[in-house]
């Protein structure tokens, strides 16, 4: 099946990190129309090649089948080197795994892309497990994060989630303590492992996940704020989260030197959350007048500032030749940028090719939690300097 067309479970293992910490928050966002980005889209098609060459590696298909089905995905607007090199970094992974656990068992339960289902703990729950390894007490569920933006651990309700649906699906037939959790991402070099006793996981899903789950999926609870909020629908205009951002409205700014010093770390812990929030706010205004001729009180839609660009290049290019102008005056030449670059080569043999020519400067300084994982600057540079 295209992996596009799978069904969804109301609290789906994805959503696990909204629904565990507002409840009501799944039932909320069904009036909302679904999202489905650019970046769910190339992480969907990433998943159905690395699928292809996993399933061609348990000769699960023939030679033939493979190239008939790569020619195929090769034709798709998200296939690239780089892509092609994320993935294959991904099945070298699992293909390592599954020799270990080839190693370990002599005879493993290997599947791909299997549906899990946990509807022991949460009503009507079921996933896709990318990868699943049944072998010599161990059982491991591997997850293929496509994304480049921000690390993901596999410290995560939505790996625990699938093991607990491998569990309810194979616990029966097969005898495992530990449970191992592994998410690759390839395009940002992460792999990260997580590993938990059984018994412990069941645990956990006894008492913090079923509870949960059930006001989940009946849309009771409470409207809890936090980061999980970017995963849920209503997010631009939720109450909850309109009330805990208009708190910073509250504060004096006409004097900042009056702020107390406590005042100033609840702007700087609440700013990224502020500025995210009235962006989405925004978005969903605009999508709304645009798309289904919504008339806000007191606003009205306007054509934005355009921009310019040349119909025929080559025309201009002739008429200021023709006015006597210099081709340097003309015509730019210049490298493609480092991003473009890499995406075209792919990150590995970009760092072989010109890594020894790329520098990076140092970025600016910038006040973060105490938690983050950065050093701490232990001057400022201006006193480093002097």
């Known amino acids: 099946m295209n992996h596009s067309d799978r069904d969804h479970a109301v609290a789906s293992a994805s959503k696990s990190n909204l629904w565990l910490n507002c409840s009501p928050s799944i039932r909320l966002g069904e009036q909302f129309e679904g999202e489905t980005s650019v970046f769910a889209r190339e992480g969907t098609f990433m998943h159905e090649l690395s699928e292809i060459h996993l399933s061609y590696f348990l000769k699960q298909m023939t030679k033939d089948q ?21 993935v294959q970094s991904y099945v070298d992974i699992v ?18 892309e299997e549906r899990l289902d946990f509807s022991p703990w949460v009503p ?23 994304g480049k933006g921000v690390k993901v651990s596999a410290e995560n309700p939505q790996m625990r989630l699938y093991a607990l649906g491998a ?40 008492s913090e996940v079923k509870p949960k789950a059930e006001l989940a999926f009946a849309g009771l609870g409470s409207f809890v704020t936090g980061p999980h909020c970017r995963w849920c629908k209503a997010r631009a205009i939720c109450r909850a989260r309109a009330d805990e951002n208009m708190k910073l409205a509250c504060l004096d700014f006409q004097s900042p030197p009056l702020l107390t010093d406590d005042e100033v770390v609840e702007v700087l812990h609440s700013l990224d959350e502020l500025i995210s929030w009235g962006k989405s706010v925004q978005d969903y205004a605009l999508s709304m007048a645009m798309n ?75 006040l973060a939690p105490e938690d983050d994982k950065r050093p701490e600057i232990k001057e400022s540079p201006e006193v480093d300097f002097q």
């Open 66 to 86: 493979l190239n008939k089905k790569l020619k195929q995905m090769k034709e798709n607007e998200f296939y690239n080197v780089e892509i092609e090199q994320a």
């Open 167 to 206: 569990i309810h699906g194979f616990g029966m037939l097969y005898n495992f303590e530990t449970i191992r959790m592994t998410i690759v991402q390839p395009r940002l070099d992460n792999i990260s492992t997580d590993e938990i006793k059984k018994d412990d996981l069941l645990e956990w899903a006894q």
């Open 124 to 146: 009507e729950g079921f996933g896709t497990g990318d990868v699943v390894i049944i072998s010599d007490g161990i059982l491991e569920v591997v997850d293929l994060k496509g």
């Open 292 to 366: 289904e001729n919504k008339q806000w009180p007191g606003m009205k839609l306007v054509q934005g500032r355009g921009s310019r660009k040349y119909t025929d290049e080559e025309a201009v290019a002739t008429a200021l030749t023709a006015a006597g102008y210099d081709i340097d005056v003309i015509y730019k030449k210049s490298l493609q940028t480092i991003t473009t670059l890499e995406k075209e080569l792919g990150k590995r043999t970009f760092n072989d090719l010109l890594g020894s020519f790329i520098t990076k400067a140092p970025g600016k300084p910038k």
């Open 95 to 112: 293909i390592e795994k599954i020799n270990e656990a080839r190693a370990r068992s002599k005879d493993p339960l290997i599947l791909i």
